[in-house]
């Protein structure tokens, strides 16, 4: 079963705005991860958050985690129409696998 | 440096027939996985190989056969496709550098079965 839960489901915002979403996870950790997938393609890894982390920033990118809630969310700040993708958590057990939620779709309009 | 690379890019069989995906990365990685990916859904771990000479089921492998050929090569077999199998394909590989099982992805697989 899947480990994550991403929150919402889908995401509309202006251009210029900032983008927030979340993601839930079930089981202990080693690191939790954030993806991209632009419509028709692979996966790109964005950004890497470990257990003992709790804030995390790359460019316009924001992650946090709370491991006592088993949280995290990623914020995009002021956003352009090529952030619009689909964005997946993925939790490390330190077991090889990794495990994907759901996804968020973000839709960024001019 | 292509990364992950996988063959074919689209494919439509009919039920009951075989095929199998290639996958090769050339980032000298030692793990490599096979992934599946509905509508709506995240990706659903089929198989993996965590170092060259083991495999492993991940979370969905039932109807599906994997064979690393070697550091590079990943395959993964239909052995009789039923339309549960449509669906779009993803092979990664990571290094694990540091501790950090970041993967790499290639563009996917689209299958549809008939």
């Known amino acids: 079963s899947q480990q994550g839960e991403e929150d919402p489901q889908a995401l509309s915002i202006q251009e210029g705005e900032n983008a927030t979403m979340n993601c839930s996870y079930k089981?202990?950790?080693?690191?939790l991860q954030w993806y991209r997938q632009n419509s028709g393609r692979g996966l790109v890894h964005l950004i890497l958050?470990?257990?003992?982390?709790r804030e995390k920033h790359s460019g316009r990118l924001r992650v946090t985690l709370d491991t006592s809630k088993k949280s995290s969310s990623l914020l995009i700040t002021a956003s352009r129409a090529a952030d619009t993708a689909s964005y997946f958590c993925?939790?490390?057990?330190?077991?090889?696998?990794?495990?994907f939620g759901a996804g968020t779709t973000v839709t960024v309009r001019a | 440096n292509a990364g992950v690379t996988q063959t074919p890019k689209f494919q439509v069989l009919k039920t009951g027939q075989s095929m199998t995906l290639q996958c090769a990365q050339d980032?000298?990685?030692?793990?490599m996985y096979w992934y599946r990916q509905d509508p709506g859904m995240g990706l659903r771990l089929i198989y993996y190989?965590?170092?060259?000479?083991?495999?492993d089921k991940g979370e969905v492998p039932n109807g599906y056969n994997v064979s690393r050929l070697n550091k590079r090569e990943f395959s993964l077999r239909l052995e009789s496709a039923a339309p549960s199998q449509t669906s779009v394909y993803f092979c990664a590989s990571s290094g694990g550098e540091g501790g950090k099982n970041i993967q790499y992805f290639g563009a996917g697989t689209r299958l549809s079965v008939l």
């Open positions: 993925a939790t490390d057990a330190n077991d090889y696998k990794l495990s």
């Open positions: 980032m000298n990685h030692n793990s």
């Open positions: 190989s965590a170092s060259e000479g083991t495999t």
């Open positions: 089981t202990s950790i080693n690191n």
């Open positions: 958050i470990r257990s003992n982390e």
